[in-house]
């Protein structure tokens, strides 16, 4: 599972013109997030477990980055967005061997995951743009129902529970229904352009994180 950054950011208010050009960097930012990590996964498909791991610390790592370097005053944009690009491009590669396998092993799993990213992101992005209700407290009550989904994946890993792995997809959905809701919302209420790397970078890790709880659910429970 891979998280958020800045879960707790409280949204704004900023005017039309500010949100327009916000939702339209950020959507920028994301699609072109998703085409690194696309190409990351190309070149990492073959890779060793191990150079995985190495390149999925990595990634985090510049995630981290983009999180000091965004939120320091009058820092520079540009080092925002390549630290994301890169993160989206070492994140690919680290999972390249997972998605190598499912592609090669069900490849029509991969298909319907995709559709039913789609779909959520669309759904539950839109309801959270267009709400006027201060959805704070739902960011929040997530955040901390995704740490409690991490508790229970960990406890997963050495009990076997009957129907686990599928419950916990399912709690995962919902968690990040909630995640996706309050992102966007941000994403209409933020101020700064400057904010839109980490935007971006928040956006994009739900719907890759709903992409892998669609994964696991088509096919059925494998990890």
Not at 64 to 83: C, P
């Amino acid at each position: 599972m891979y998280y958020s950054p800045s879960p707790g950011y409280a949204p704004t208010a900023a005017s039309a013109d500010q949100t327009a050009t916000l939702f339209g960097q950020v959507m920028w930012l994301v699609a072109a997030t998703a085409g690194v990590f696309t190409l990351g996964c190309y070149l990492g498909r073959n890779m060793s477990p191990g150079w995985a791991f190495v390149f999925f610390i990595a990634a985090f790592g510049c995630l981290i980055g983009m999180n000091f370097t965004v939120r320091r005053s009058g820092a520079d944009g540009r080092a925002g967005v390549g630290l994301l690009a890169a993160f989206g491009l070492l994140l690919g590669l680290g999972m390249g061997p997972a998605l190598a396998y499912y592609s090669t092993t069900s490849p029509e799993t991969v298909w319907r995951a995709a559709g039913a990213t789609a779909l959520f992101m669309a759904g539950f992005g839109a309801a959270g743009y267009v709400t006027r209700r201060d959805l704070s407290a739902l960011g929040r009550i997530s955040f901390f129902a995704l740490i409690a989904l991490i508790v229970l994946g960990i406890v997963l890993i050495f009990v076997h529970i009957p129907g686990g792995e599928m419950l916990y997809s399912i709690l995962g959905l919902v968690i990040f229904a909630g995640l996706v809701m309050f992102d966007f919302q941000r994403l209409r209420r933020g101020k700064g352009i400057t904010s839109a790397p980490l935007l971006a970078a928040s956006i994009f890790l739900d719907a890759l994180n709903v992409f892998f709880f669609f994964l696991r659910i088509f096919g059925g429970g494998r990890d």
